[in-house]
């Protein structure tokens, strides 16, 4: 990607106004060379122990040998104070997991490029990597119709299209897509079929 970021914004998992959490989201990444999942499992195992900068240097091995969630995963260290805050490198690495297809990273890319936190702001780029993420991910799908609803900054207003979005997200199992949806339309005086009611996951989607 030739776009590159312009401030060193690094609070974007810490706003209570943001529905955009570090989380650990499965998307596409269902073809894995296995020795690239090998050593995200043995990054995972020593970042437990508490050597950071040995997952850190496993993950960009894995990357670069063919898992994009290993490229998340590390531009996740670099949001969440795992290793120090980085703007530049998330960007970087979140951008890589995006090109190579992980939805997830589209998702929190997405979010950057609406809020212009480590990007230039471009409305429009990121409201199309949000509805790319949301095809395949349901909290992508959540998050957009979030935004759109206005229930996070920066509002969208579009209700309309935040109610499907909603009801896409909580047809696909996100409970916290049908909890938001609910208090929307109840709060705005609108009838449907309430979402709280439905068999959802007990925990929700991460």
């Known amino acids: ?5 312009s401030s060193a914004a690094s609070d974007v998992y810490k706003r209570q106004d943001s529905p955009l959490q570090v989380g650990t989201g499965a ?14 499992d043995e990054a ?7 050597d950071v900068q040995g997952k850190s240097e496993l993950l960009t091995q894995a990357g670069y040998s063919g898992s994009p969630k290993a490229f998340y995963d590390l531009a996740r260290m670099y949001l969440d ?22 939805s997830e990273a589209t998702r929190v890319l997405g979010m950057l490029y609406i809020r212009g936190q480590g990007v230039m702001e471009d409305m429009g780029y990121g409201r199309k990597l949000l509805e790319q ?6 909290r992508a799908a959540r998050e957009y119709g979030q935004l759109l609803t206005n229930q996070f900054q920066p509002h969208l207003n579009d209700s309309e299209l935040g109610i499907q979005y909603l009801k896409d997200a909580a047809d696909r199992g996100d409970r916290d897509a049908a909890l938001s949806l609910s208090a929307f339309l109840a709060k705005t005086g609108r009838t449907t079929v309430s979402y709280t009611h439905l068999t959802l996951p007990t925990t929700p989607y991460v």
């Open 1 to 5: 990607s030739t776009r590159k970021e």
């Open 27 to 40: 998307s596409v990444d269902s073809v894995v060379n296995p020795h690239a999942q090998e050593m995200i």
């Open 44 to 50: 995972n195992r020593i970042g437990a122990l508490g």
């Open 81 to 102: 104070g795992t290793l120090p805050t980085d703007m530049t490198q998330a960007v970087t690495y979140v951008t890589m997991a995006h090109e190579a297809g992980y």
């Open 133 to 138: 993420a949301s095809m395949t991910s349901p």
